[in-house]
Each structure stands twice: as C-alpha cells, then as structure tokens.
C-alpha cells in the first residue's frame, strides 16, 4: 500500500529512504501534532505556569535555592510534561517565547516575595540549546532582570552539555558577560551523554547537577558508586558546588552526605510545586 510509505528525508548522504508507516509511528506523529499545537495555543493564551522544587543545603540544613520548572496548565490530552514538550518547541522554534516567558515569570515572582529575604538565595533557571545559541541572549537576560530589579547572583542559569556542543563560541561569549555581572551558571544533568570532562574546565561553572540516573545507579551497583564517590572527589578540589538529583530517600540522602554532596534536590525532601505552595514550604523549613 503506498500510502503507507514516506519519504524520510535529509538522511546524512543527502539521499532519502522510505520508511514504512507502522501503527506506532503513526500514533507518535499524531500526539506530536496534538501537542505542538497545545504548545502554540499555551503561548498565546497563558497556557503555562512556574513551578519550583526546593533544594536543600547540607551546610545550612535548609532550603536555600530552587529549580523553576515550567508546565503545562490543563490540556484536552491530559498531563503534558516538559520532557515531552520542550524538545518539540525545541524543534520548531517555540522554545524562544517560553524561554522568555519562564525567564520574566521567575524574576516576576522573585521580586514579589523578594525570595532572597526568606533564605531562597538564588532560583536556578533552566536554558535550552536554542537559548544558548542566541548572540542577544545575555542582553535579553538582563533586560529582564532590570525590569524586575533582581540582583544579579540572585540567579543561576542551568545549560546542559548539548548546549555546549552545539553553540560552542556564542555560548562562551553569552556566558562571559554574565557572568562578569555575577550570574552564575550549573552543568545540568551530568552522567548522561557523554559527561566529558573537558566541559567542566573548558566552561566557567560554578555548580554541576549530577543527573538522577547516575545518582540512583550508584545506589544500586558498587562499582558505579566508586566511580560517582571519586567524581564527586575531583569536583570538589575543583572547587565546584555539587548538587544531587533524584533523591527519594533519607537512606540516599546521608550515602551522598558522605560523599562529599553540597545540596539535594528530589522528592525526599520536595516535588516541585505552585508558587503558593513554594512560599508556604520555604516557611517551615
Ligand atoms: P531537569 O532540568 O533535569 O529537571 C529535573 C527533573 O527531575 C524535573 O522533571 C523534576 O520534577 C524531576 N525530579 C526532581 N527530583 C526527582 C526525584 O526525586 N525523583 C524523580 N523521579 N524525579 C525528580 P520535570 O519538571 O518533569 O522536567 C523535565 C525536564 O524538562 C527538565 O529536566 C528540563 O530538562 C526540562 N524543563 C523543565 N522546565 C524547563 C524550563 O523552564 N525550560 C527548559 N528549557 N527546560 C525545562
Ligand atoms: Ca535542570
Ligand atoms: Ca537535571
């Protein structure tokens, strides 16, 4: 049947193969269609919303920080997370006007509660690839921050390696001047990909974000504990803050205690939540 095959094109030879229309595929291209236009309509129409999962300092013994995670309010197909959604706006562009968005919301609600007075010292923001890649983003960033009149190291911008990959130059010189205003920036999701190692010192990070899948293989296998124990070793002498993700447990929590973990941030101490539920979290701990 014909139609049940497609030209799949831009192979990397430059030619084009057919591939078959299987039930699965068709199902995918579907969703992603559903979505996309969830996606479009959420940026014309408030669709989205911030929310912050608290992050725990072992120094201080409290909450200290937060990770701003943007969702989806409501869909007509039900829960559409970011995992889901962001590497299709990613695709298509989109990814622009919700960064801008995301960016304005966290710095609206840090200056209405003035965060930093109630021990929150800086809320870490999460930058696409697309972001990275802008020459206009650093001004953009602080544009927005003036507006708000944020201090500077109020805020901690989260990039993952692929960032790094694929907008090498443009990101340094975004990062540069950043940081020269006191912006300071995390490796996000270390332990997957390749986690090279060269990142780490080639780019001027102030923290690295060990991903879940390694927090919690480390949990799991003795030898992938070792190998996380001495990461964790060199970071350290790197002068690098660590934060752990992922972290279910008080049992996972004191292993990484012990290893050497500056902060925690997982469903053991809290999921992300609304901005009214994040006000009344950070006032009991
Ligand atoms: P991420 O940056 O690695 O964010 C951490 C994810 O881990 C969040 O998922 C959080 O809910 C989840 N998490 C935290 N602690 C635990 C835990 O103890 N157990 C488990 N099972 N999960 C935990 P979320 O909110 O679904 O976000 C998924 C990804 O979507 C993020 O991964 C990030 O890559 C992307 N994302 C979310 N918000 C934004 C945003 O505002 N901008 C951009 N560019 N990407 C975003
Ligand atoms: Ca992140
Ligand atoms: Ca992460």
Redesign the pocket.
């Known amino acids: 049947d014909i139609f049940k095959y497609v030209l799949k094109e831009a192979e990397p030879d430059g030619g084009s193969v057919l591939i078959e229309l299987t039930e699965e595929i068709l199902e995918r291209r579907h969703r992603e269609n559903a979505v996309l236009k969830i996606i479009k309509d959420a940026i014309l129409n408030q669709g989205f919303e911030?929310?912050y999962?608290p992050i725990y300092s072992v120094q201080k013994g409290r909450y200290a920080s937060a990770?701003?995670?943007?969702r989806l309010k409501e869909t007509e197909i039900g829960y559409v997370?970011?995992?889901e959604f962001?590497p299709l706006a990613e695709q298509n562009g989109m990814?622009l006007d919700?960064?801008n968005y995301?960016f304005r919301e966290v710095c609206r609600f840090m200056a209405e509660n003035k965060l930093w007075e109630q021990g929150i010292e800086y809320i870490e923001?999460?930058?696409?690839v697309m972001?990275c890649m802008q020459e206009t983003l650093h001004a953009k960033l602080l544009q927005i921050m003036d507006e708000y009149q944020i201090p500077y190291n109020r805020i901690n911008l989260?990039i993952t390696e692929t960032a790094a990959v694929v907008s090498n130059d443009t990101l340094k010189r975004n990062m540069d001047k950043l940081i020269d205003k006191g912006i300071t920036f995390a490796l996000?999701?270390f332990g997957t990909g390749y986690s090279n190692m060269a990142y780490i010192f080639d780019y001027s990070f102030d923290m690295i974000?060990l991903?879940?899948s390694m927090v919690w293989s480390a949990m799991e296998n003795e030898k992938a504990q070792t190998v996380l124990k001495h990461t964790i070793k060199m970071m350290k002498d790197m002068n690098l803050h660590i934060v752990a993700?992922?972290?279910?447990t008080l049992e996972q929590a004191e292993i990484l205690t012990k290893m050497g973990c500056d902060y925690f941030?997982?469903?053991?101490y809290s999921?992300?939540v609304n901005e009214q539920t994040f006000i009344k979290v950070i006032g009991e701990k």
């Open positions: 911030m929310y999962q990770e701003a995670l943007i997370g970011p995992d962001i990814i919700i960064g995301v923001v999460n930058l696409s972001q989260e996000d999701d974000k991903d879940k993700e992922g972290v279910e941030q997982g469903f053991y999921k992300p």
